[in-house]
Nanobody, 119 residues
Framework: QVQLVESGGGLVQAGGSLRLSCLASGRTFGLYAMGWFRQAPGKEREFVATIAWSSGTTAYADSLKGRVTISRDNAKNIVYLQMNSLKPEDMAVYYC????????????WGQGTQVTVSS
């Protein structure tokens, strides 16, 4: 099992930037893909971005392309989410997740970090 702890959330003005971090611990030798998701009040959790742990290949939600960048530090077992030009609609709890294979579900989740964007 992989334990995930997010950090870096907070209050930011519209147009500002934040960098979220997710520290992985536990069975990190088997990391395959890491991802970021978000959930706004009253809405379903949605995909933000994902990165393959070994190759660094990334994928993004179409609605967020160009404003977010996912990256990882393999040595530190940290995955980052850089978010720029933040909008009030980006306000949500952001979750880090791990998927242990190329297919299937995301099996490990962090507790989430709140991002609040003021207009």
């Amino acid at each position: 099992q992989v334990q995930l702890v997010e950090s870096g959330g907070g209050l930011v003005q519209a147009g500002g930037s934040l960098r979220l971090s997710c520290l992985a611990s536990g069975r990190t030798f088997g990391l395959y893909a890491m991802g970021w998701f978000r959930q706004a009040p009253g809405k379903e959790r949605e995909f933000v971005a994902t990165i393959a742990w070994s190759s660094g290949t990334t994928a993004y939600a179409d609605s967020l392309k160009g404003r977010v960048t996912i990256s990882r530090d393999n040595a530190k077992n940290i995955v980052y989410l850089q978010m720029n030009s933040l909008k009030p609609e980006d306000m949500a709890v952001y979750y880090c997740a791990h998927r242990p294979s190329g297919v299937g579900r995301w099996t490990d989740w962090g507790q989430g970090t709140q991002v609040t964007v003021s207009s």
